[in-house]
């Protein structure tokens, strides 16, 4: 690989692991207000990284 195909794979690499955190954390969020215990909530957040789109994170990516 060359410099700047390392460079790209790191910034999509840390866009994806930014999404995943974000969606983890609305997960949990909206789970644990909504009266789930913390195991429901932490499925909620897991369930929330395996429905992240990541043709819209790597839109976003290119975007901007």
Not at 4 to 20: F, G, K
Not at 22 to 35: H, P, T
């Amino acid at each position: 690989m060359t410099q700047t195909q390392d460079m790209r794979a790191l910034r999509i690499a840390e866009a994806v692991r930014e999404a995943c955190l974000r969606e983890a954390r609305a997960g949990f969020e909206q789970a644990a207000m909504s009266g789930l215990c913390q195991e429901g909530a932490m499925e909620n957040a897991l369930g929330a990284i395996q429905m992240l789109n990541l043709e819209t994170v790597l839109a976003e990516l290119e975007s901007g």
